[in-house]
T-cell receptor
Framework: AQTVTQSQPEMSVQEAETVTLSCTYDTSESDYYLFWYKQPPSRQMILVIRQEAYKQQNATENRFSVNFQKAAKSFSLKISDSQLGDAAMYFCAYRPTGANSKLTFGKGITLSVRP | GAVVSQHPSRVICKSGTSVKIECRSLDFQATTMFWYRQFPKQSLMLMATSNEGSKATYEQGVEKDKFLINHASLTLSTLTVTSAHPEDSSFYIC???????????FGAGTRLSVL
């Protein structure tokens, strides 16, 4: 069974600084998708970034980028120039390919941003 | 971007009554939708996978007679909590998969309080 591990329950970052959120996963599949979702206090889940496992290039979305290490099964999220609005719970998620495949979420990490 | 609408956002009901929650994909057709339950400060727990035109697939431990799911069209899935009890009080989140983009979008959630 696939598992997603987010070992840090909480992190804090100074505004304008950079923070990295770690995530590891376990799978026997060779092709799959990885995601980072953000859940702010409103509790609306927002897709931050996604990565296809067959792509070697790390995904980037503005201030958000990932470090995808397939062999190590690691998928960390880097937030640059942190803003107060980045404060939220962040979930790493894995999904195999396939029409009815399901997302497997990590436990999440609460990120706070210090002004 | 793609939007998933979930209604109502908040519902308070008496014990023994039934509550229906609607989930609509506004910008795309979703053959597959998902229903999650989330407890405070915890990750999302998948309850069931809803496929248009067929019966939902429930996760282990989820009572299908308690949580009725209907996915009658490509843009609408409903979750009915039947004979609700205080222990059913929780935050319920729906999600719809845009198969063209291979991305899963989430509704804003429904906070159910059973008195």
């Amino acid at each position: 069974a696939q598992t997603v591990t987010q070992s840090q329950p909480e992190m804090s970052v100074q505004e304008a600084e950079t923070v990295t959120l770690s995530c590891t996963y376990d799978t026997s599949e060779s092709d799959y998708y990885l995601f980072w979702y953000k859940q702010p206090p409103s509790r609306q889940m927002i897709l931050v970034i996604r990565q296809e496992a067959y792509k070697q290039q790390n995904a980037t979305e503005n201030r958000f980028s990932v470090n995808f290490q397939k062999a190590a099964k690691s998928f960390s999220l880097k937030i640059s120039d942190s803003q107060l609005g980045d404060a939220a719970m962040y979930f790493c998620a894995y999904r195999p390919t396939g029409a009815n495949s399901k997302l497997t979420f990590g436990k999440g990490i609460t990120l706070s941003v210090r002004p | 971007g793609a939007v998933v609408s979930q209604h109502p956002s908040r519902v308070i009901c008496k014990s023994g009554t039934s509550v229906k929650i609607e989930c609509r994909s506004l910008d795309f057709q979703a053959t597959t939708m998902f229903w999650y339950r989330q407890f405070p400060k915890q990750s999302l727990m998948l309850m069931a996978t809803s496929n248009e035109g067929s019966k939902a697939t429930y996760e282990q431990g989820v009572e299908k007679d308690k949580f009725l799911i209907n996915h009658a069209s490509l843009t609408l899935s409903t979750l009915t909590v039947t004979s609700a009890h205080p222990e059913d009080s929780s935050f319920y989140i729906c999600s719809a998969r845009d198969t063209d983009k291979n991305i899963q979008y989430f509704g804003a959630g429904t906070r159910l309080s059973v008195l």
